[in-house]
């Protein structure tokens, strides 16, 4: 019960090990991936005293349990979520010192969609291309949690860390998202009722969203052209408008080239609150130039 | 050459969009980018992303300066670069070789010879880490893809569609024309560089059978 490592007890609905992502081979076919909430992940790293590239578990809704085979100190932050240490109440969103052989269960989120949770010493899987994050679109990185599967963990930090930061503030899940969209490179594949619609309409979070998009229910974005536009690179948040006319924002799994029209791409800032957007949160666009 | 018909647009807050003429433009100006950031002339970019006819250059800090300034870029031509072609060999044994061969008109064994008798580039990569489409064949050898996309088509596949070849790397659905199959591992993050295709990269097909190479 020494060696320095966590086994999964519970993996939960989708629980999967992220960084700050596997940038810089986009043009092999490599997407970015890495954690859909950074801000979160910066900030759970904080905590604990790691570095914010240290990897770290992104939880899906419900949470999961791992077992501590060493002390270590942990932060569970990102969507609020009750978190128990061998059954007991412990502090969310602040660091918490764990001894060896206790379980550590991240509950159901009750707010938000993504619980990130750091252990001192990062999480310390073998990078791939630079990076631990576990990319489900095309498979690198880690296989998301199973049960029983054991993580291993880096050296703790030499920063102290229990009481390091107190009550940092963390931005509550959104209760509608807005998001600030630059129009283009696409916009002129639309009508102007189109992009009339996509500034003033009302959209909700599709189910159907996952790590790859978020999509969207709601009015349908009209073409001015027809025919099929040649594949082209695409990035974060771009906005794609699939035939069906309802608009998908790309996320950290996106692919790296794309056929669709972009008719444009949401900041970047504004993404951290779509990683905790439940399905049926509205969603509005705001163009900015 | 000018880069004439060459757009730039903005792609958020930190990306261009660079549109050009045709196929050949893009992977000449695609070149071009690659020999200014070597020669420490290009802005720092976190991703160049070439494709059939953009480039998309991502992680800029001033993209709109960029944008202006490219279409102004006088381009070298495509030349053929130092260096060897990386050898493909190919057990042209694929399930669809007689329909591409019956499209061009020509017998299988004729059909070998045309796709081995290229000299293929890598245009750009996507689709999965380490599939590259490679132009090289002539116009009048693009083959439509399958009606109905195959499920699984296995690791290693050597196939057809449009204007392109392209080999998998990995087990995936796809709905090119496979045309044959080869032992080569086109992608294996456990390597460096992981990716045996990268934009740019020249590319030989050989017959397995005729060499003796990747025989089973």
Redesign the interface.
């Given at each position: 019960m020494s060696d320095r490592a966590v086994a999964v007890v519970r993996a939960g609905a989708l629980t999967t090990v992220q960084d700050l992502g596997r940038?810089?081979?986009?043009?092999?076919?490599?997407p970015r991936s890495g954690a859909l909430d950074p801000a979160a992940v910066r900030l759970v790293n904080r905590l604990v005293g790691n570095p914010g590239t240290a990897a770290v578990l992104e939880t899906t809704v419900n949470g999961c349990a791992v077992r501590t085979r060493c002390a270590v100190t942990v932060a569970v932050g990102g969507a609020p979520c009750p978190v128990r240490v061998d059954g007991r109440p412990a502090a969310w969103g602040t660091a918490v010192r764990v001894a060896a052989g206790s379980v550590l269960e991240i509950g159901t989120a009750v707010r938000g969609v993504r619980a990130y949770v750091a252990f001192g010493g990062g999480i310390d899987v073998g990078p791939?291309?630079g990076s631990r994050s576990t990319d489900l679109l095309?498979?690198?990185g880690p296989a998301p949690l199973a049960d029983e599967m054991v993580l291993p963990l880096g050296r703790p930090p030499y920063t102290a860390t229990k009481g390091y930061v107190d009550a940092p503030p963390w931005p509550g899940p959104p209760d509608e998202l807005v998001l600030r969209v630059?129009l283009?490179?696409r916009e002129d594949w639309f009508t102007d009722a189109a992009l009339r619609t996509l500034a003033t309409r009302a959209y909700r979070v599709s189910p159907a969203s996952n790590r790859i998009g978020l999509r969207l229910e709601g009015p349908a974005l009209e073409r001015a052209l027809p025919g099929e536009l040649?594949?082209?690179?695409?990035?974060l948040?771009?906005v794609q408008v699939p035939p069906d006319g309802r608009p998908v924002v790309f996320l950290a799994d996106h692919?790296?080239?794309g056929g669709y029209p972009?008719v444009g791409?949401?900041?970047?800032a504004d993404l951290g609150a779509v990683a905790q957007a439940v399905p049926g949160t509205p969603v509005r666009f705001t163009p900015v130039r | 050459m000018n880069a004439v018909g060459t757009r730039a647009m903005r792609v958020g807050e930190r990306a261009v969009l660079v549109e050009l003429a045709g196929g050949e433009e893009t992977e000449a100006f695609h070149a071009e980018l690659l020999r200014r950031r070597a020669a420490g002339t290009l802005p720092a970019v976190r991703e160049i992303v070439p494709a059939a006819r953009t480039v998309l250059l991502d992680g800029v800090a001033d993209p709109e300066r960029l944008a202006a300034e490219l279409p102004g870029w006088e381009v070298g031509p495509l030349s053929a670069r130092v260096g060897a072609a990386v050898g493909i060999p190919v057990r042209y044994d694929g399930p669809d070789l007689a329909e591409v061969a019956a499209l061009w008109g020509v017998s299988v064994e004729a059909a070998v010879r045309i796709h081995t008798a290229a000299e293929f580039r890598v245009a750009f990569c996507g689709f999965a880490p380490g599939f590259g489409y490679l132009t090289g064949l002539d116009e009048r050898y693009g083959v439509p893809r399958r009606a109905t996309p195959r499920t699984a088509v296995p690791a290693g596949s050597v196939a057809l569609a449009g204007p392109y070849t392209g080999v998998y790397p990995r087990s995936s659905p796809g709905g090119w024309q496979l045309i044959g199959t080869t032992d080569t591992v086109l992608w294996d993050t456990g390597r460096e560089p992981a990716a045996l295709l990268a934009p740019g990269t020249r590319v030989r097909f050989t017959e397995a059978g005729a060499t003796g190479e990747g025989g089973r």
């Open positions: 940038t810089g081979h986009a043009h092999l076919g490599v791939v291309l095309s498979g690198l630059r283009g490179p040649a594949s082209e690179g695409m990035v948040g771009a692919p790296t080239t972009v791409v949401v900041r970047e | -």
